[in-house]
């Protein structure tokens, strides 16, 4: 069965970090890209960060040097580190398997975690 199970998430503070980790079983890791998504309410999912089978990283604009994704093989776990966090990067944060082609679509991904909630507050 395949699984991707995120957690790390919780309540900070602007400025403040977390760490989200996903967790992967069921399928060959290597052989997917690993992407980070997220959903605040009332808005369509947006794709944050992704970690391509090749080793290449992609991250949407307004993430780019606050986040950083990254990959454990042993663990079969990615990770995305968030650092100075704003109000604007609350919402559930999701974890998705797929072929990579399009990083930032959910519909390039082919299964998905339940998500975890980020709340920043001011």
């Known amino acids: 069965e395949v699984q991707l199970v995120e957690s790390g998430g919780g309540l900070v503070q602007a400025g403040g970090s977390l760490r989200l980790s996903c967790a992967a079983s069921?399928?060959?890791?290597?052989?997917?890209?690993i992407g980070w998504f997220r959903q605040a309410p009332g808005k369509e999912r947006e794709g944050v960060a992704c970690?391509?089978?090749?080793?290449?990283?992609y991250y949407v604009d307004s993430v780019k040097f606050r986040f950083t994704i990254s990959s454990d093989n042993v663990k079969n776990t990615v990770y995305l580190l968030m650092s100075s966090l704003k109000p604007e990067d609350t919402a559930v944060y999701y974890c998705?398997?797929?072929?990579?082609?399009?990083?930032?679509?959910?519909?390039?991904?082919?299964?998905w975690g339940k998500g975890t909630l980020v709340t920043v507050s001011t």
């Open positions: 998705a398997a797929g072929d990579g082609s399009r990083w930032s679509d959910p519909v390039a991904f082919d299964y």
């Open positions: 970690f391509t089978t090749s080793g290449y990283s």
């Open positions: 069921g399928f060959t890791f290597d052989d997917y890209a």
